[in-house]
Structures are given as structure tokens and as C-alpha cells.
């Protein structure tokens, strides 16, 4: 028999234990009972560096062995290595042969001969073999003569498509474990740990299962497992050490190693990048590279597998690999790339801006409004500028924080005067409040302090926080910037209104009008007085006063009606006349205006508002009797306060 020539050898390391991959265990298991007695079973499994390929290979191998009575043989192919050092096809097929139970003396020494002899050897022999840590497809092919009845598991960093080609290999790409997946992975192996530590290992290690193993088995040895998931968060790479080896890192290097110079410069200074993700354009800005360039680039980082690709354009480091690539950064190239990088997210920033609402350029932040012209195009309208806010708001408000630490003024100060509309519209306050804080120092003219200052009264207003809204309302009033006064008497205003102190609000929004004249440019002095009407009629009809707030909110609504750039201020007043139309029995209008209301406030994130008009179209349903309808308006109000919070 075969097997009784081949002495069936199970040259296997020892069996791993593998977590999780149950999908990818089924796969297998139907891909080998769909195959008849003479068909071979190919398998190419690639993944990240760490994602634990050879942990599946050899777990996969060990589940298939009894229906390979030829035995299981097992070779490393060294891919990670250097490109000299990687064992080409000949070396692998000495390697096999050894296995199979020749000599080593009788290997042929002539390649061709040494490769022809281990095809022969496996002919019909039903083998399994695990070819670990391939590189390149030129590594396995020519091993491969007739296979019938065995298999070849072939693990690499990258996709090996051409072996997908003639050969038929199935491919399995392997991810990283979710959060659910890694906290059981945790909490079975180790057993009861604080839910914080648990929580603070799993963020680290970001489904990565080498990091994850690394961090079980240093959890598993007691001690201060508080401190090491403190550490862990604070650098991860040098807390992964399992028997004195640094086994992250490690393989890392070896990816990193793998690079041509270019690749490797890419991949360092795109971690300079602020927050959790980006898009092309921010890449280039970063490589100081054309959009070409930038694209091929990204292409082949995720091809290695240290990139993520989002979709819609947008990639992300995993957390270790970024860190990884921070600490290759070059002294020579870091402070540039950092403030390429940062430059380019605040005049993205301002474009967006221009385009979300007509305010006027904000104090204190240099030409960066003037520059963000024709080389810098604005969103291309209100709606698309929002819906790029929130995509774009983690990596602003970073470079706004990394740009105030390193003293940057003019950015420090531009970043939350540009998210400030956004961040007001969509509830999205706390980043910009806390840039704002940062940023305070660098506001050295009247014109800048009134600015920081109308703004954070402004922020702290949606927040409900109105003794914090009165405090920086009078600090904006006593910065010396007169056009600013109008501004300061309305937020202060708010305040008031906030608190329930109707009278004074109307007091404080009368002085703001009568400081409107204060202000040099006539289009915002018609702006500030719509505002103003708006701001009126809202406290009137708090006060009950439905008839005295009707002629201000309409005149308000067909100004802001008449501007591409005021939806949102149209759909407040849609949904205050609304309620004036409800209150005079006109129902079929409210709901009109506040259906109307509803699809902007969703269109432009701002959810407070969104519940709110919900709330009012439930309640106009119950009362006309159209309970089914009531329950979904209500249902999705408790879908909108369960959306996790962006800011």
C-alpha cells in the first residue's frame, strides 16, 4: 500500500488550540465533502500578520488527517523573511523529501531533478501538506504535479491570486476576531477579570488574536492585571512579550522589512495621520504625493494586509500596526508630514464650513478662510458638507487637539471655529468646547476673544448648560469688539430663555437688535435681525403668546427659505409655526410643517431636534386616532436615543 511506502510520517508541529473560525471550519469541512476520491483539496489562507494563519492551517490539518493516510508533512517557506531568504521551490522540495523518509545524502543536487523526483514521490500517495509563510506563488507551484486524493494548505501575508488560477486553490481570507469574539476569547481563557480590564485588553488589541494571546497569557500569570491593561492601552507593543520575545512587534518588522523604501515611507508617515481613519485625499496631503500615487499606494498597503479597507474610500491602520508605523517615523520627515497632514484637515474643515451655513469668517484664524478657494473647493452644498462633517469629525477634532499642543495658533484656533456650526446643529458640542479650551491662549486680539467666547457661550447653550452660556455671553460682550455685541446680547438672551426667564430674554434678544446697526456688512446685520425674529417668536410662543410670534417667524422663515445655505434655520421655524398651526386647530398644516422639519433635522444630523418634531407628529397621530402610526413615531424616537454618541 501506499502508506505502508510513505510510513505515513506526521512531521506536524504540535496541534494549536484556535478559537473561534467556526465559519471558516465549515467551509473547509463542505469543500472536502464535496470533493470525489481522486480531487485534490487546495486551500490559500492569507490575513494580516498576527491574525493566526499557521494557528488555522495546523488546527484545519490536524481535523483532516484521517482522511490522508499518506501522512502529513509541514514546511515553513520563510515568506516573512527577507526576499533572499525566503526558500524557493527547490529547497522546499528537499525539505519534503527529508519528510517522506529519503536520506538527505540521496536528494538530488540539481534543482529540477530534486523537484521532479518529490512530485513522483507524492503521486497518488494522498498527502497533506502545510506550506507555511508563503511569499510568492513561485514558492509552491512547480511542487504541484498530480495531487489527486491530497491536499496543500498554503498560508501567506498577502491574497496569492494565481494560485486561485489553474490550480483552483479556494481561498480563505481571515479577519480579525470582532469585540464580542475577543471578549469571550478573554474572559474563557483567563476567567473573571474586572470588566474594565477586559474592556481596555480587547480595545488594544483590536481583534488582533496574536496580540490577543500575548495578552492571555500575561493576564493568566496574576499580578497587576489593572496596571497592565493601563499600560497596554498606553503601549501596547511593548507590553506583548511572551518569553522574553517581543512577538508582536516582531512579525511587524517583518512586514515592515518586506517593503520597497517607498512602501516603507508611506507606511510610516501615514500614521501621522490624525484620528481613526482617512480617506485618499488626506493620504496624499500626508505623502505630499498625487492622488495617482496615493491611490496605488493605499492599494498595495492593504494588499499586505496592514491596511483596512473601509469602502467609500476610506482606510484604517489597526491600532497596533499604526503604532508599529509611528515608531519607524524618520526624525527628518515627522514634524513635516505632520503638518502637511494638519494643514490640510483644517482647510478641509473651512471648506466645509463655507458650505454648511453663511456665517461670517471667524476672528483669529489668519488667511486660512481666504486661501479655501478655487485650489480648495468648498462640499457643494449644505447637506453633502454635513454628511462629510460626520464622517471627517474624529480626525478634526484630533488635529485640533495635536495642532494646539504644539502651539499651532492659527489652526488651533480655525479647527473649532469651523466645526463650531456643525457641532452646534448636531448636538456634537463636547470635541469642540474642549478645542476651544485648548486653543483660548492663542486668542490675542478683541476680535479673536469675542469669537472664542460667543462661540463657547453658543456650545454650552445646546448642552443646556445656561450659567456657563451667561458666563462666556458676558465675557464675549466685554472683549472690546464691537460688532460682536449683537451676538453677546442674544446668547445671553438664551440664557435666559433657557432658564425660563422669558421677559428678561426678550429684554436681552431687544438690546441685541438695537446693536444689530453695530455691525459693518448689511448682509449679516438682515441675517442677525432674522435670527432675531426667530428668537423672538420662539420665546413668545413659550410664553403663550401665539399671535404676537406668528409675523416674526414668518418673516424669519421666508429669509432663510431664500437661502441655499439656512435649511436648518427654515426647519425651526417650520416646526414653530407648526405648533402655532396645531394650537389653532389646522392640523393637516402642523403636520405638513413638521413633517417638513423632520426630513431636514435627519438630513443634517441634529437628533435633538429630530426626537422632538417625532414626539409632536406622535402626538398629533394619538389624538386624531391613528394609534399604529403613533408607535412607529414613537418607536423611532427610542431608536434615535439608542444611536451611540459621535462627539
Given amino acids: 500500500m501506499v502508506t505502508d511506502r510513505l510510513n505515513a510520517p506526521n512531521i506536524l508541529p504540535l496541534e494549536p488550540w484556535c478559537y473561534d473560525r467556526d465559519i471558516e471550519r465549515e467551509l473547509v469541512k463542505r469543500l472536502r465533502a464535496g470533493l470525489g476520491e481522486q480531487e485534490a483539496l487546495l486551500l490559500a ?93 513561485s514558492q509552491v507551484e512547480p511542487l504541484l504535479g498530480s495531487l489527486a486524493g491530497s491536499a496543500v494548505i498554503v498560508t501567506s501575508r498577502p491574497r496569492i491570486q494565481t494560485l ?67 499600560r497596554l492601552t498606553l503601549g501596547a507593543l511593548d507590553e506583548l512579550e511572551v518569553d522574553g520575545e517581543y512577538v508582536v512587534k516582531r512579525v511587524f518588522d517583518a512586514v515592515y522589512r518586506d517593503f520597497e523604501p517607498a512602501l516603507q515611507r508611506a507606511y510610516r508617515l501615514l500614521s501621522l495621520l490624525p484620528g481613526p481613519h482617512f480617506g485618499v485625499a488626506a493620504a496624499g496631503a500626508v505623502l505630499d504625493v498625487s492622488s495617482r500615487i496615493t491611490t496605488r499606494v493605499l492599494a498595495e498597503l492593504v494588499r499586505a494586509n496592514v491596511l483596512e479597507d473601509l469602502g467609500a474610500g476610506r482606510y484604517r491602520f489597526h491600532l497596533l500596526v499604526r503604532e508599529h508605523a509611528e515608531g519607524k517615523v524618520r526624525d527628518d520627515e515627522g514634524e513635516a508630514a505632520i503638518r502637511r497632514a494638519d494643514r490640510w484637515y483644517a482647510r478641509r474643515a473651512v471648506a466645509l464650513d463655507k458650505s454648511f451655513l453663511p456665517r461670517p469668517f471667524p476672528h483669529g484664524t489668519g488667511d486660512v478662510y ?48 469651523a466645526m463650531c456650526s456643525f457641532a452646534y446643529q448636531s448636538a456634537r458640542c463636547a470635541g469642540v468646547i474642549d478645542a476651544y479650551r485648548r486653543a483660548e491662549g492663542f486668542a490675542n486680539t478683541p476680535a479673536a476673544r469675542w469669537q472664542v467666547y460667543r462661540d463657547l457661550a453658543q456650545l454650552h447653550e445646546k448642552l443646556e448648560e445656561y450659567d456657563q452660556v451667561e458666563h462666556y455671553a458676558r465675557q464675549a460682550a466685554e472683549a472690546g469688539h464691537p460688532e460682536g455685541t449683537e451676538s453677546a446680547y442674544a446668547w445671553h438672551g438664551f440664557s435666559e430663555e433657557g432658564r425660563g426667564r422669558y421677559p428678561q430674554a426678550l429684554d436681552l434678544f431687544d438690546k441685541a437688535r438695537a446693536a444689530v446697526p453695530l455691525m459693518s456688512s448689511p448682509a449679516r446685520q438682515v441675517r442677525a435681525l432674522a435670527l432675531l425674529d426667530m428668537h423672538v417668536g420662539r420665546t413668545k410662543l413659550k410664553m403663550g403668546l401665539h399671535d404676537e410670534a406668528l409675523p416674526g417667524l414668518r418673516r424669519a422663515r421666508a429669509f432663510f427659505a431664500a437661502s441655499e445655505k439656512d435649511e436648518q434655520n427654515a426647519a425651526l421655524c417650520d416646526e414653530l409655526l407648526g405648533v402655532i398651526a396645531s394650537a389653532q386647530g389646522t392640523k393637516a398644516e402642523a403636520r405638513t410643517l413638521w413633517s417638513a422639519a423632520l426630513e431636514v433635522f435627519l438630513a443634517f444630523a441634529m437628533r435633538k431636534e429630530a426626537s422632538r418634531v417625532l414626539g409632536k407628529l406622535a402626538a398629533l397621530a394619538e389624538a386624531e386616532g391613528r394609534q399604529e402610526e403613533a408607535g412607529e413615531l414613537r418607536a423611532r424616537v427610542e431608536k434615535l436615543a439608542e444611536e451611540p454618541e459621535s462627539d
Avoid at 166 to 182: A, E, N, Q, Y
Avoid at 376 to 390: C, K, L, Q, T, V
Wanted: charged share 25%; with cysteine.
Fill in 45 to 137: 489562507v492569507s490575513g494580516p500578520e498576527g491574525v493566526g494563519k499557521t494557528v488555522f492551517a495546523l488546527s484545519t490539518a490536524y481535523r483532516l488527517l484521517d482522511h490522508f493516510p499518506g501522512g502529513a508533512l509541514f514546511c515553513d517557506a520563510q515568506g516573512s523573511a527577507a526576499l533572499a531568504e525566503a526558500c524557493p521551490a527547490d529547497e522546499l522540495a528537499r525539505q519534503l523529501l527529508v519528510q517522506l523518509g529519503m536520506p538527505s545524502e540521496r536528494v538530488p543536487a540539481v534543482a529540477a531533478d530534486r523537484i521532479s523526483l518529490l512530485r513522483n514521490r507524492i503521486a497518488g500517495a494522498r498527502v497533506l501538506i502545510v506550506l507555511d509563510d508563503v511569499r510568492l506563488a
Fill in 164 to 230: 486561485e488560477g489553474p490550480r483552483r486553490f479556494t481561498h480563505i481570507g481571515l479577519k480579525r476576531f470582532d469585540l464580542k469574539t475577543s471578549r469571550e476569547l478573554v474572559t474563557a481563557t483567563v476567567g473573571d477579570l474586572p470588566e474594565e480590564v477586559v474592556t481596555k485588553v480587547c480595545a488594544a488589541c483590536a481583534g488582533l488574536p496574536l496580540a490577543l494571546g500575548a495578552s492571555v497569557r500575561r493576564l493568566s500569570n496574576g499580578g497587576d492585571v489593572e496596571g497592565f491593561a493601563d
Fill in 370 to 417: 481666504e486661501i479655501v478657494g478655487e485650489a480648495f473647493p468648498e462640499a457643494g452644498g449644505a447637506r453633502r458638507a454635513a454628511a462629510e462633517f460626520g464622517v471627517e469629525w474624529p480626525n478634526l477634532l484630533a488635529a485640533a487637539r495635536r495642532s494646539a499642543e504644539l502651539g499651532e495658533e492659527i489652526l488651533a484656533l480655525t479647527f473649532p471655529a
